[in-house]
């Protein structure tokens, strides 16, 4: 299973940015998926996951400015960043995790950098 991610890059507060994760190796079905980010310094933390019942959940920072999705006919998961701030400047991983074996995958990471 691989995960391609992308869509991250250098913008300004206010503005928005719209990540891309591609599921290569396996479908969607059965899993958690989700929307990790490591700023410099701090630990990764969760920004948002679509468990495999339905429903999301998301940190409280980024609750109502971003949205995360899922289009399994594309294995394709998407997280809309809008309004970002400084404070979201990470890298963003993207990550599945299957229900049934527990395994995990990462993504690389994309690079989002808001700048003030």
């Known amino acids: 299973v691989q995960l391609q991610a992308s869509g991250g890059g250098l913008v300004h507060t206010g503005e928005s940015l719209r990540l891309s994760c591609v599921i290569s190796?396996?479908?969607?079905?059965?899993?958690?998926i989700g929307w990790y980010r490591q700023a410099p310094g701090k630990q990764r933390e969760l920004v948002a996951k679509?468990?495999?019942?339905?429903?999301?959940i998301y940190v409280a920072s980024v609750k109502d400015r971003f949205t995360i999705s899922r289009d399994n006919a594309k294995n394709t998961i998407y997280l809309q960043m809008n309004s970002l701030k400084p404070e979201d400047t990470a890298v963003y991983y993207c990550n599945i995790f299957y229900i049934q074996n527990s395994r995990t995958y990462w993504g690389k990471g994309t690079q989002v950098t808001v700048s003030s």
């Open positions: 190796g396996s479908s969607l079905s059965g899993s958690d």
């Open positions: 679509i468990l495999s019942g339905g429903g999301a």
